[in-house]
């Protein structure tokens, strides 16, 4: 009997363990090296400056008269991005769109404005009572309105509510999109904090992997680091 117990014991240690590792692949903490992003041009060329890699571990994405793209570069399946992110130097209106972050980007070229775009991209926007951030999932040829209200467009919704993402101060973002039984498990974490998990179960859901891209839409100064130490607000 006590040795069945201690098989059944290491059996569960085994799971255990198991099930942890499974889970840390799932753990994508970015490098912010210069070597591993593209910029990609939307409408403009963007002047020297605008982009600046520093120490290996900040990747500084600066206010530009239009908006531009990066992309990473490794395709991902399941993942949930580590980073911290900061921005400074805000020219938003309430219910402008700051910046874009893209999950399973099949056409990174394109942004979710474009008809030929095919990603999950998470939005943040300005909002009277706070920061508001939602999923959109993007389709090729299926236009996709990215509406800042609460009507129309082709929106997996979820808000932070009155929570507000304060300028000029670091905040450590979790985001996900993991396969669930064929379905996709979309998630946000904020300092810890979970605020966004959907699991989309439409038509339209993108089970395959591509590439991770951030947009700086020319609302303000963005500066991402890597997940490694809190850093520092200066």
Known sequence: MKKALMILLSLLL???SMQTAFAADYDVRLNMKESDWEYIKVYHDVEDGTIEFRGGDTMI??????SYI?????????????????????????????FDIYLRDHVPEKGCWDIEDHSYALRFCTHPEGTKAFFTTNNEGYPNQFTRNDKGGYIIKDFLGKRSIEPGRF???????????????????????LMINILDTSETRITAGAYFCIANLAKADLTIKMADKTPRTT
């Open 14 to 16: 085994v799971c255990m």
């Open 61 to 66: 994405l600066k206010k530009f008269f239009g």
């Open 70 to 98: 990066m992309k990473y570069e490794k395709e991902f399946t399941d993942a949930k991005f580590r980073f911290f992110i900061k921005y400074d130097n805000l020219s938003a209106e309430p219910n402008d769109n700051v």
């Open 171 to 193: 905040y450590e973002f979790v985001i996900g999109a993991v396969n669930e039984n064929g379905n996709v498990r979309l998630t946000l974490t904020i300092d810890g904090e």
